[in-house]
Nanobody, 123 residues
Framework: QLQASGGGLVQAGGSLGLSCTASGRGFSFYSLGWFRQAPGKERDSVAAISWNGDSTYYADSVKGRFTISRDNAKNTVYLQMSSLKPEDTAVYYC??????????????????WGQGTLVTVSS
């Protein structure tokens, strides 16, 4: 089970951090990621990190502004977001997929999902 937290309202140009904590065993063997879904749009991958933290992926739209990290000792993955834009407004979901999927896992790979947390960026 994944429990996400940290969403909220922020002004454009501001920063916000998300965290997602997993319960259960085996967390360190999973690729972890953050997806987001804006109203009327598909759920897309934003960032992902390999099981050991050595590899990361970022969508072009967030490169240089978002940073994903993980702490396997705390069973937690983080997403630090800066220079936020109104177009970053969405529900953000953390996700976990077996490491065999790599860091480019998709919604279609049926990962485990957190409950979603809303991020609203005002202009």
């Amino acid at each position: 089970q994944l429990q996400a937290s940290g969403g909220g309202l922020v002004q454009a140009g501001g920063s916000l951090g998300l965290s997602c904590t997993a319960s259960g065993r085996g967390f360190s063997f999973y690729s972890l990621g953050w997806f987001r879904q804006a109203p009327g749009k598909e759920r897309d991958s934003v960032a992902a990190i390999s099981w050991n933290g050595d590899s990361t992926y970022y969508a072009d739209s967030v490169k240089g502004r978002f940073t994903i990290s993980r702490d396997n000792a705390k069973n937690t993955v983080y997403l630090q977001m800066s220079s936020l834009k109104p177009e970053d407004t969405a529900v953000y979901y953390c996700a976990a997929a077996p490491s065999r999927f790599g860091i480019r896992f998709r919604s279609e790979d049926d990962p485990y999902w957190g409950q979603g947390t809303l991020v609203t960026v005002s202009s």
